[in-house]
């Protein structure tokens, strides 16, 4: 149902609700794995914290749950706290370890249920809620490079919504239309805007257009990512498609078929590999992996 890529890309992580396993990239070997600490648990909400050192999962329990990056053992086990919400589906990092990251859950059992975004403290241990954002269902949470900004993605039917915040004070700058966005490296916030059938680039502090371009073919990316150097972006839509950054221009695609029910991007930090997941968190979910070749 998700993966993750260590700071220095040397080994990749397979998340399913049941086990969680690493691996090294060059030869694909399993270093190790681990299983839910309580037989009715589950792995959801699983994240790496950006110096690669712990590993987080939030358990149905309610608990948290931090694990040794290195060999999986479990450092340390908290009680989520009532007013901390539920069902979380995402956390992303700030890049002071296990001392501040964000949530977004939702309630996947109720329709219409709002998603709930929370600041937590891991060290020391606490939660501040942020916003709640309703309708549509939770797509995608994400950091701006330089982590002044926190975006949430959600959709609802052909189109969706784009909501940003500060990450220094919760406080909401603005809410775009749009299925899909990505952080490019300079800051600018891409947003699939089908709409219009353009990709629109953003100024997050100032909520304003940076660019426009046309945008052809496509009609709903269930996911985007730049490449590190920001030369490429790339969607997922019932396959991969490359495109150029700059003019929107397809370059490049590899349908799959079998992705019936969507699928993710995980992009290395050095931008060499790529692992994507087909019908994430489904019995038929595929994952392959890429190497990527620069133009």
């Known amino acids: 149902q998700d993966a993750f890529w260590y700071p220095n890309s040397k080994q990749f992580g397979i998340v399913s609700p049941g086990q969680i396993t690493v691996y090294d990239t060059v030869s694909a070997k399993k270093l190790w794995s681990v299983s839910p600490q309580r037989p009715e648990g589950a792995f959801q909400a699983v994240s790496l914290s950006t110096n690669g050192n712990f590993i987080i999962n939030f358990n149905p329990g309610p608990a948290i749950y931090l694990y040794d990056a290195k060999n999986g053992e479990l450092s340390e086990k908290k009680r989520i706290l009532e007013e901390c919400g ?12 296990t001392k501040h990251l964000f ?8 329709a219409n249920a709002p998603i709930q975004v929370h600041r937590w403290r891991i060290a020391p241990y606490g939660c501040e809620f942020i916003d709640s954002v309703t309708p549509g269902r939770f797509s995608d949470l994400l950091l701006s490079p330089d982590e002044r900004f926190l975006v949430l993605v959600t959709s609802s039917g052909l189109t969706g919504q784009v909501t940003a915040w500060n990450v220094s004070d919760g406080k ?15 800051g600018r916030l891409a947003v699939a805007d089908m ?13 304003q257009v940076s660019s426009e371009l046309p945008w052809d073919g496509y009609a709903e990316p269930q996911q985007m990512a730049f490449t590190p150097n920001g030369k490429y972006l790339l969607t997922f839509r019932q396959g991969i498609q490359v495109w150029d ?36 968190g489904a019995l038929h979910a595929q994952i392959d992996f890429w190497a990527i070749g620069d133009k």
């Open 86 to 97: 539920s069902a979380p589906r995402q956390s992303v990092y700030l890049s002071d370890g």
């Open 103 to 110: 949530t977004a859950s939702q309630d996947p059992y109720k």
């Open 172 to 186: 909401k700058i603005c809410t775009l239309q749009g299925v899909a966005a990505a952080f490019h490296r300079d």
């Open 195 to 207: 709409q219009k059938e353009s990709l629109v680039y953003w100024r997050v502090d100032s909520c």
């Open 245 to 280: 950054a700059t003019t929107a221009g397809l370059l490049w695609e590899r349908s799959i078929p079998e992705a019936t029910a969507g699928g993710l991007l995980r992009l290395s930090p050095d931008g060499r590999y790529l692992l994507t997941i087909s019908n994430p």
